[in-house]
């Protein structure tokens, strides 16, 4: 399977966490942005959000992505049931959904007694997925987010499970380490031709963007920066990088 390629990718996108419920999303996209996704949202939150969405009509400037999470105390065994509950709400008006797997209480779906139930879940939703894609001519891009996990560890077998199932990107969280391009380069080899990866977590300069692009990244996000910098974060980001000690 060769590798998709998004538009959107382009330019740096926004991660989860800064627009919650989709209020902001104009407002950030017009700020320059390749994408920003909204969330991540509770499923029983994307009835709202989608209405939202739907009625605040604007054309987009970039891809609106939602990223839906999972509550805390929810029993491991409604994972599929959850995550297409969530995209019967957002098809309608996500231009790609992304499945959190990052946050501390959805990593328990990464540890190895889980790994069946994450790959009946993915395959489930790609089936349903791919069934209005037949019916409606639209192909909704479906991304998986986790943790890259640290230099030296076993990459992550959640990333196949994706790749398998028909998932068509991997938003990936790097580590806080020395290493972490050439563990995302190590990733981007072991899924040849397979989903497209975003790389997201201390992406913070020009220098960064071009390590994560030359690693096999994509796209970036950027979430800290942001709030930081506010909308100047994109200019450190998409400044050229001097040559030859040139300034």
Not at 2 to 25: E, Q, S, T, Y
Not at 72 to 98: C, F, K, N, T
Not at 115 to 121: G, Y
Not at 143 to 153: I, S
């Amino acid at each position: 399977m060769k590798r998709r390629v998004f538009h959107w990718h382009a330019r740096p996108g926004l991660a989860g966490g800064i627009d919650k419920d989709g209020g902001r999303a104009e407002e950030l996209l017009a700020l320059g942005f390749g994408s920003v996704e909204i969330g991540s949202v509770l499923p029983a939150a994307a009835p709202a959000v989608a209405a939202a969405l739907a009625a605040g009509y604007w054309v987009r400037r970039g891809a609106v992505g939602i990223g839906l999470g999972l509550p805390a105390e929810m029993p491991a065994d409604r994972l599929r049931e959850s995550w297409l509950a969530g995209l019967v709400a957002l098809w309608p008006v996500a231009d790609y959904l992304s499945f959190n797997l990052s946050a501390a209480a959805n990593c328990r779906f990464l540890l190895p007694e889980q790994w069946p139930r994450l790959a009946l879940a993915c395959r489930a939703a790609a089936f349903q997925r791919d069934c209005w894609a037949t019916e409606s001519g639209r192909h909704l891009p479906l991304a998986l987010k986790l943790p890259l996990g640290n230099c030296g560890e076993a990459l992550p077998a959640a990333a196949s499970i994706a790749a398998a199932a028909g998932f068509d990107l991997l938003t990936v969280v790097l580590p806080d380490e020395a290493g972490r391009f050439e563990r995302l380069a190590d990733l981007a080899r072991d899924l040849d031709n397979g989903p497209a990866l975003v790389a997201v977590g201390g992406i913070r300069s020009a220098d960064d963007v071009a390590a994560a692009r030359r690693a096999g990244a994509a796209g970036v996000q950027v979430h800290r920066l942001f709030v930081e910098q506010g909308a100047s974060c994109l200019a450190t980001l998409l400044r050229s990088t001097p040559k030859n000690g040139q300034k």
